[in-house]
């Protein structure tokens, strides 16, 4: 049985054009996944869903293969991950091997690095959960946190907590949006992968970053360049 890295890079991005392969201090961006995924070495493929060839392109170039493009079905602003995913699961299967467990990893995701992909292979192997995901700590409780309504009013989430300490709350975490290991079986019956026995890796501030605008676009740079700076025997 296979284990496969995925890593989805359809075109068409609106709001950051050519988002999977514009350069990012120094190369495209999807490259660090790609390097990422084969520094892990627990994979048998590292396998990357496009629908685009010049995408195709780049990601062989560094390290990936793509036995295949993506249908036009899973190729709009509407499929979802999961969708991806077993579409490359159910043609992997039928034309290469079967596969028993995956990582799924983001195509812009400059900060990954092998060791966290094995950290969460290892997890998922030795913690007999079913999924493992990496997580971060909201900066800020959002116990605390405020909505605004229609006329610009704020009110509190939760009132009770207006005057509790930030050091006394439940620490709270987010998806890094980074990589999702899964096994396969799971994902199948759960059509997600926050599934319902999912292990969490907790990782620092420093190594997250979303990039969804211009602007995010803009402080991974400037974050990445620093991290760089603070590390100069970094691998990137």
């Known amino acids: 049985m296979s284990t496969i890295a995925i890593i989805p890079a359809r075109g068409g991005s609106k709001r950051i054009p050519k988002k999977n392969i514009r350069p990012f201090n120094g190369k495209p961006i999807i490259a660090y996944s790609i390097e990422a995924a084969l520094q892990a070495a627990c994979f048998d493929a590292v396998v990357v869903s496009t629908d685009e060839a010049e995408i195709a392109d780049v990601a062989v ?11 036009p079905e899973n190729s709009n602003d509407h499929a979802g991950l999961a969708e991806v995913a077993l579409e490359v699961l159910e043609r992997y299967e039928k034309e290469i091997a079967p596969v028993e467990k995956f990582c799924l990893i983001l195509a812009t995701a400059p ?3 092998g060791e966290r992909i094995k950290a969460g292979y290892k997890a998922l192997s030795d ?3 079913d999924a493992a995901v990496p997580v971060v700590r909201f900066s800020y409780p959002p116990q605390r946190g405020f909505r605004v309504d229609g006329q610009g009013r704020a009110s509190m989430l939760h009132p ?14 987010h998806d890094c949006g980074q990589f999702y290991w899964i096994k396969k079986e799971t994902l199948l019956t759960e059509k997600r992968f926050f599934a319902a026995n999912t292990a969490a890796i907790e990782l620092p501030e420093s190594e997250v970053q979303d990039i969804d605008t211009e602007e995010d676009w803009k402080i991974a740079e400037l974050k990445f360049e620093l991290l760089r700076k603070l590390s100069p025997c970094s691998s990137k």
């Open 160 to 173: 009770e907590h207006y005057a509790s300490r930030s050091q006394d709350l439940e620490p709270v975490f």
């Open 127 to 129: 913690s007999g959960m």
């Open 61 to 71: 170039a560094y390290g990936a293969s793509v036995p295949f493009l993506r249908s």
């Open 111 to 113: 900060f990954i690095s």
